[in-house]
């Protein structure tokens, strides 16, 4: 009997030892999942962001605005830097055809271009954004702006063969470009500073930007005149989740890279133009506000746009609409024939 006893004991304790061991085990392993855990909360979000993209980054962003003029004449197409534009703006410089103001900031081109010369609205946009502004010529209107110091700038006129370069496989007035590094050098040989930041959007949440609302808008086509030289035409890419823009019925990519240009945000605003002189070049308001849309994620929202210190933006029950995250285009088309006959937007 004892040593039955003993042995009944002895499976006892054996028993009793493995159920400990296995109670420890998965305490060891949830220990385990609890410290992953931890150390993934513990991974930091970007602190910073940029003022005109919203884009996550590491290093709190510090450097002046570039707004570019550049040229949008067939002639012109396809142009150098588009891709990497923070903001576009496209308005008409005389008769019908269009010029883009390139605002770069989070991102630096290597070759911006071609570029061409300044008109005062331009000017103006530019300054808002406490931007360093780059043309090549002027209107007369420009000009005096520009000679009066009204804001930090370089002009091919004065830089021709120097900071800005010919290309010898156009012809002038649609061969001029600029480096970013020489933008940079005449910065410093004019002594601007380079440390200005401009005003930026309010921006939607990553989970937002996914549940953005509004009737489907997969295309939309901008018409400046009869012609059609410089109507342009964005289409949705549902799997980028970004829109392409077209001119002419090409695709608007990068001369030098052929990346693509993809914008987030399309806001097509109207306001008054006005002709100031026989060659066809304008006044154009970008202060007083009106009517226009907003395009995000394959959506449209009838919107109204504002310049509040000095960034036009879009607008709804006196409150600013956010925009997704990324770049954007800003197409002005006059009141006159207006939004609705100058803007046909298909589901």
């Known amino acids: ?20 061991e296995k109670v420890k085990e998965p305490e060891k392993k949830q220990n385990k999942v609890e410290q992953v ?22 290093k709190e962003p510090e450097q002046r605005a570039i707004a570019v003029m550049v040229n949008n004449h067939p002639k012109a197409r396809p142009q150098s830097g588009l891709d990497k534009a923070d903001i576009v703006y496209e308005i008409l410089a005389e ?27 331009y000017i103006k946009l530019a300054k808002g954004l406490n931007a360093l502004y780059i043309a090549h010529g002027f209107s007369p209107e420009a000009k005096k702006m520009l000679n009066n110091k009204y804001i930090d700038n370089l002009n091919g006129i004065y830089y021709d063969g120097t ?36 005003p930026g959007f309010q921006f939607l949440t990553e989970e937002e930007s996914k549940n953005v609302t509004g009737d489907d808008a997969n295309s939309v086509k901008i018409t400046y005149s009869k012609g059609g030289i410089s109507d342009s035409a964005f289409e949705y890419d549902a799997a980028l989740g970004k829109y392409k ?31 100031i002189d026989s060659y066809g070049r304008r006044d154009v308001d970008l202060t007083t506000g009106g009517k226009g849309y907003l395009l995000q994620k394959g959506k449209v929202n009838e919107v109204k746009w504002e310049n509040r210190d000095g960034l036009i933006v879009p607008v709804r029950d006196g409150k600013e609409v956010k925009m997704v995250p990324g770049k954007t285009w800003v197409n002005v088309v006059p009141t006159n024939p207006g939004l609705q006959k100058s803007v046909k937007i298909a589901p």
């Open 1 to 20: 009997m004892k040593k039955w006893a003993v042995a009944a004991a002895a499976i006892l304790l054996l028993f009793s030892g493995c159920s400990k």
């Open 37 to 58: 855990v931890k150390q993934e909360e513990q991974v930091p979000e970007p602190a910073y962001s940029f003022p005109l993209t919203g884009i996550a980054t590491e």
């Open 95 to 121: 008769g019908d055809i269009t010029r883009f103001l390139a605002v770069f900031q989070s991102e630096k081109p290597e070759n911006i271009g071609p570029v061409r010369s300044a008109r005062d609205y």
């Open 163 to 198: 900071l800005f370069k010919r290309s010898k496989a156009r012809k002038a007035p649609h061969n001029s470009y600029i480096t970013y590094e020489n933008i940079l050098k005449g910065a410093k040989q004019k002594k601007f500073s380079m440390k200005s930041l401009p």
């Open 245 to 275: 823009r077209f001119s002419g019925g090409d695709q608007t990519v990068d001369l030098d890279t052929k990346a693509p240009v993809l914008v987030d945000n399309i806001l097509i605003i109207e306001t008054v133009h006005r002709f």
